[in-house]
């Protein structure tokens, strides 16, 4: 989205409100067709888990291939796969307690994909401190807004900082937690429909691919906004979140609508 009328030489993060209506504009129109065709409610839910999974991709610390050499703060993996693991560790979690109410099915979703994240910051860290010996360190705040530690002293020169400072952790388990709970509300919303017109084993099967191949188009969309390497939520980077939510409403509008009317129209 932020290539649309992107001008030559514009800073890449910065927000484009012209895109930005278009899209919205765009949105509405296909939320506005989702209930002319009655399928409007639940398409605003599915928009709705797909924000959510769009905004908590932007608290997990993904480092790249610069923190695997111990030379940026984050997770060594790349922005969508650390975002789908999380997610969908939380979808897996929602979806086994589905039978047990929306309510239950959500908590089960939010705290899947929060542990998934908690466990692999922890052993994320243990890696770096313990096995290459560099403890975490920021290379973007002077000290954690949280626990207030002072970061220059323990960076290394010639890097951005290193391993996950308390901020970047806390910030996973956010994220986590947010795409556990998008993930699932968009599958129980895709579930509740399908088994009304179709057998239950069928709509579990079905729902469970959608929604998976939607949560991956979401953390595509938001690595896309993000462009390489983000510590958390006190990453400069973090204030683009507003694009990559414009952007999942859309895609989410889109893909949701085509879900619905895959079977509605059968």
């Known amino acids: 989205m932020s290539a649309i009328a992107a001008k030559a030489g514009a800073d890449a993060g910065a927000f484009q409100p012209v895109p930005s209506i278009i ?48 030379q940026a703060p984050g997770i060594a993996t790349g922005v969508p796969m650390l975002a789908a ?23 089960g979703g939010a705290i899947g994909g929060a542990l998934m994240m908690a466990i692999t910051c922890l052993m994320v860290n243990m890696s770096y401190v313990f096995g290459m010996g560099i ?27 290193h391993g996950l400072p308390f901020i970047s952790y806390v910030g996973g388990v956010i994220g986590g937690l947010l795409g556990g709970l998008g993930g699932t509300l968009i599958y129980l919303e895709l579930l509740a429909f399908y088994e009304a017109v179709m057998p239950a084993a069928d709509a579990v099967g079905l729902a469970g691919i959608l929604a998976v191949a939607m949560f991956l188009v979401i953390a595509v969309l938001a690595a896309y906004n993000i462009t390489g390497t983000i510590e958390g939520p006190h990453d400069p980077k973090f204030k683009r979140f507003p694009r990559a939510i414009i952007a999942a409403i859309l895609a989410s509008g889109l893909c949701g609508l085509l879900a619905l009317l895959l079977v509605a129209l059968v």
């Open 23 to 70: 899209a919205l504009v765009l949105a509405i129109i296909v939320i506005a067709v989702g209930f002319v065709l009655g399928v409007g409610q639940t398409l605003c839910l599915i928009v709705l888990g797909a924000a959510l999974i769009a905004f908590g991709v932007h608290f997990v610390p993904v480092g790249g291939a610069p923190a695997a050499m111990g």
């Open 85 to 107: 693991g999380a997610g969908l560790a939380g979808l897996f979690g929602g979806a086994w307690a589905a039978e047990l109410g929306l309510a239950v099915a959500l908590a």
């Open 135 to 161: 403890p975490p360190a920021s290379g973007k705040i002077e000290k954690d807004p949280l626990t207030g530690y002072t970061q220059p002293e323990f960076k290394s020169q010639g890097t951005e900082g």
